[in-house]
């Protein structure tokens, strides 16, 4: 599907924002059916843009998940995964595996990524093909707040002109705070 979509030739370029919400339920989502009103801002910002209603993770967790996002391969395909041999060691992307920020750049948009988790710091190489990477690690002690992530993300926006492709991922449901 990725490279259907960029197969397609567009008269005008769209901008991309991606919202990735670590370890949030899709039945907790209103969009997704949810019975309570938890999620508003998710469900209107949704409804004004374009929502899978049928997605799968590759993974059960981050690491090799949102590798296989931004390269559209397998993790078998890919190996940003746990050492088999040392549950301290993880591979991390190589340089000639192109990401989708990547073939944004080069379609001439503006790049930015606003992450708080671990597994998404710059040595496993997922910030490859993006202009401005906000990272920032969080653990139950230390975690950037969605607002302030949020914060960061919308100056970006202000300030970059063009056509952008932004990301954003929140932790908190991940976290016990």
């Known amino acids: 599907m990725l490279w259907a979509f960029l197969a397609c030739q567009m008269s005008s370029k769209p901008n991309v924002v991606v919202v990735v919400v670590d370890t949030l339920r899709a039945d907790r989502v209103g969009i997704y059916g949810a019975p309570r009103p938890t999620t508003p801002n998710i469900d209107s910002f949704a409804q004004q843009g374009v929502f899978f209603e049928r997605a799968y993770a590759h993974s059960g967790w981050t690491l090799p998940s949102m590798t296989s996002l931004w390269t559209g391969l397998y993790p078998h395909e890919h190996r940003v995964v746990r050492s088999p ?4 060691e993880f591979g ?6 192109q990401t989708l920020a990547e073939l944004f750049k080069q379609r001439g948009y503006s790049t930015a990524a606003v992450t708080n988790n671990t597994f998404l710091a710059p040595d496993f190489g997922l910030h490859q093909g993006f202009d401005d990477y906000f990272y920032q690690g969080a653990d139950n002690a230390d975690i950037r ?3 302030e992530s949020t914060d960061v993300a919308l100056q970006w926006w202000r300030e970059t002109q063009g056509a ?3 990301v954003v991922h929140y932790m908190e449901p991940h976290m016990d705070l």
């Open 85 to 88: 041999t040392s549950q301290q």
């Open 164 to 166: 952008k492709f932004l």
């Open 92 to 97: 991390s992307l190589p340089s000639e595996r």
């Open 145 to 147: 707040s969605a607002k």
